[in-house]
């Protein structure tokens, strides 16, 4: 099993440390009194409820995948981040990962990638600190909240991402592919 780097800290899991085996970290390269710190090994597994759970040292915390490039690299620099959004491990590569914890992130990715594409809109109207959009994907009608300072961003097709609050993300097409009212619409935001 390949190990995964995280920046700095070096944690030595205790069920894949037998003591006197110059192979206990499981790398393939023995361990001597003077050598170097080996990187952290760390597991990922997805808990009952179907969130990922990164396992390392003696304890445990749920994370979210976040891919740093998800359309020219999918598979590369995976963040994955805490409830707070703060990172707790960058994942450089997913072939890097034990095929176990490889199989967890790779089902999170593909949950947490779940991308809606907005045909129409209907209305976008702001009330409380909060922008509410009312479309059409084609799952159907869906109506969602962004905060007012959440921009729809530049997605490499011409089109335009957007994530509401509870983390979906929603594709807007380039605006000459919609409407004219969707397109009077998205104007003062992606004009």
């Given at each position: 099993m390949l190990s995964i780097h995280d920046s700095g800290s070096v944690f030595t899991p205790s069920s894949d440390v037998r003591a006197g085996d110059p192979l206990a970290l499981g790398t393939g390269v023995?361990?001597?009194?003077?050598?170097?710190?080996?990187?952290?090994?760390?597991?990922?597994?997805?808990?009952?409820?179907?969130?990922?759970?990164?396992?390392?040292?003696?304890?445990?915390?749920?994370?979210?995948?976040?891919?740093?490039?998800?359309?020219?690299?999918?598979?590369?620099?995976?963040?994955?981040?805490?409830?707070?959004?703060?990172?707790?491990?960058?994942?450089?590569?997913?072939?890097?990962?034990?095929?176990?914890?490889?199989?967890?992130?790779?089902?999170?990715?593909?949950?947490?990638?779940?991308v809606l594409d907005v045909h129409t809109i209907e209305s976008i109207e702001e009330d409380y600190e909060v922008r509410i959009w009312r479309t059409h994907t084609r799952h159907g009608k869906r109506t969602f909240q962004t905060k007012l300072d959440e921009w729809p961003w530049p997605s490499p097709d011409g089109g335009h991402l957007l994530r509401d609050l509870s983390g979906d993300l929603f594709r807007l097409p380039p605006l000459e592919s919609l409407d004219e009212k969707t397109r009077r619409w998205l104007w003062a935001y992606v004009g």
């Open positions: 023995p361990v001597s009194a003077g050598a170097a710190p080996l990187p952290e090994l760390v597991r990922l597994r997805l808990g009952p409820d179907q969130r990922l759970w990164l396992e390392r040292g003696l304890g445990a915390i749920r994370v979210r995948p976040v891919r740093c490039f998800p359309w020219s690299a999918p598979g590369e620099l995976v963040s994955l981040r805490d409830d707070d959004g703060h990172e707790q491990h960058l994942v450089q590569q997913v072939q890097e990962l034990d095929s176990a914890s490889a199989n967890a992130l790779l089902r999170a990715m593909r949950s947490a990638g779940f």
